[in-house]
């Protein structure tokens, strides 16, 4: 008799869902094996073509990491339901795809970095045989449950197939509840969080910078701080899960195009004179008037410190900084000495660097894009040619280099915002790291512009704040704004897409009052 093909899916479901429940509390428990849901992840998004991963973060923004683990859970359910309608007639599919399910977590949690190999082996096959066993024992009882009497009427099932009903959806039930418990007491309770620094005590900067100045801060309500806090900061990267790195193990390695390899520890970092420096950075993906850009005050070595232990060699005009998780980043290795403040930082905001923000170390070059310069999780410096490497984004369509560009935004008031008639405060930052602001510039409803009051800079590489105050008539309004730096260029008013070098265009909100 043929099984309902509903409960046959729903079955392989609940076998799929322990198995990945049982995978994720054993990355929690075993040191050295990370989560399947992450590294299948990680896996696939090499693969995602340039539109989609437009599509997803456009839509999703910061949440895209969220999404993508989301998908994964739902594509494995699929899957599981699959084998649960394969394994109707044949259990031996059933056991065929779980062991490619099985076999697929394993090639992509392995070639993870800080993976036990072995351990991870042994996880993601006892996870894998535990959902299996779980569906060959809810197909057993959909089998009872479908027994019928050849004394029954038409649709009619003896009582051993109601108790066999019953243990089936009991089953079923007790099966998807212990999935979803071992899955929330991995990712809520037992994995470990990422080691933070806590103990870790920052030394005594050799070049400490002065507290903010009252000039160099605008008081107006909304209106985005000089030093963004490290909670707020933004965070765009291609790690699915903070890596947990101990900074007692880490190092970092100089090598490729120099006179000698050298590898530092975290201990040897913190041993050399530190400075402070004041730099606004920007994710080349954040739209015209956006929030994937912030100012901190960043701890480190200048990075020219760190590259005369090595001694980079005549012809190496790459920079690569790669990141634990793989990630790469290369910028032109002539703006790493070209006496902008280019740092391999430890801290930020006077407190360690934290994890999600790049610990136990990081790049900050000035005036690039996170993309080709910010390296987070930093564990390699290669020293390379221009032309022998693309470092990760480059062969998914942006640009291989990327300057910064001259932005402006409008944080007071809001798209959409009520405003009072009368006189009006308009507010934002703008930003030109390596160059400055010279001057910002507001207009309402294309009419003629009116320059802003400038907070007082911390550095050249720092954002400004700006603030103006309008009289603004009954009605709607459409407020624009533009920035000029120090080299004299205003920037453009064409949109521009982020893609493949950053956005262009003027920061506009429409108000009403």
């Not at 696939?44 to 994964?72: Q, R, W, Y």
């Not at 057993?140 to 099932?157: F, I, K, M």
């Not at 041993?271 to 606004?280: K, Q, R, V």
């Not at 009419?447 to 603030?467: F, I, N, Y």
Request: net charge negative.
């Amino acid at each position: 008799m043929e099984r309902p093909r509903a409960l046959a899916g729903l079955a392989g479901t609940a076998g799929v869902g322990l198995a990945l429940g049982a995978a994720e509390l054993g990355s929690a428990v075993v040191d050295g094996v990370p989560s399947l849901v992450t590294a299948v992840s990680a896996y696939v998004i090499p693969f995602v073509p340039p539109v989609v991963e437009d599509v997803v973060i456009g839509l999703f923004g910061t949440s895209d990491k969220a999404v993508l683990a989301g998908g994964t859970v739902m594509i494995s359910l699929v899957v599981g339901a699959v084998a649960g309608l394969l394994g109707r007639d044949n259990r031996s599919n059933a056991t065929a795809l779980f062991a490619g399910f099985g076999m697929l977590g394993i090639l992509a949690a392995v070639g993870r970095p800080l993976t036990a190999p072995v351990a991870t082996v042994v996880v993601t096959v006892a996870a894998t045989v535990a959902g299996r066993a779980a569906l060959g024992r809810l197909l057993t009882l959909l089998d009872r449950a479908d027994v019928r009497s050849p004394y029954a009427g038409s649709g009619e099932r003896t009582l051993g197939g109601g108790v066999g009903r019953r243990q089936f959806v009991t089953a079923l039930v007790g099966i998807g509840a212990t999935a979803v418990v071992m899955a929330a007491i991995a990712r809520n309770v037992m994995r470990p969080a990422p080691i933070d620094g806590d103990e870790v005590a920052l030394p005594e900067p050799a070049r400490v910078l002065p507290d903010v100045p009252p000039a160099a801060s605008l008081d107006v309500t909304g209106l985005t701080p000089i030093h963004v806090a490290n909670d707020d900061f933004y965070r765009i990267d291609t790690a699915l899960s903070v890596p947990r790195i101990d900074p007692v193990e880490w190092s970092l390695r100089i090598h490729g195009m120099v006179e000698r390899e050298v590898v530092l520890g975290y201990a040897d970092l913190l041993a050399m004179p530190l400075i402070e420096h004041d730099a606004t950075i920007a994710c080349v993906s954040n739209e015209v008037g956006g929030h994937l850009v912030g100012n901190a005050r960043w701890l480190g070595i200048p990075l020219p410190d760190i590259l005369d232990l090595a001694g980079v060699v005549e012809g190496a005009t790459q920079l690569v900084g790669r990141a634990i998780d793989g990630w790469t980043a290369g910028f032109p290795t002539e703006l790493a000495v070209d006496g902008r403040e280019a740092m391999l930082v430890v801290g930020m905001n006077g407190a360690v660097l934290p994890p999600v923000h790049g610990f136990p170390a990081r790049l900050i070059i000035p005036g690039l894009y996170g993309y080709v310069s910010a390296t987070k999780w930093l564990t390699e410096i290669e020293l390379t040619t221009w032309e022998a490497f693309d470092a990760y984004w480059v062969p998914r369509g942006w640009a291989k280099e990327g300057p910064i560009k001259t932005q402006s935004r409008i944080d007071v008031p809001r798209q959409g915002s009520r405003v009072p008639l009368g006189p009006t405060v308009i507010a934002g930052v703008a930003w030109a790291p390596t160059h400055g602001i010279e001057r910002v510039e507001v207009r309402i409803d294309e009419g003629a512009w009116q320059t802003c009051e400038l907070s007082v800079p911390l550095h050249e590489d720092a954002w400004v704040q700006w603030r103006t105050e309008v009289d603004l008539a009954p009605g709607q309004h459409a407020i624009q704004v533009r920035a000029t730096d120090g080299s004299g260029r205003t920037q453009g008013q064409a949109p521009m897409p982020p893609r493949p070098d950053g956005s262009e265009g003027w920061h506009e909100v429409r108000v009403s009052a």
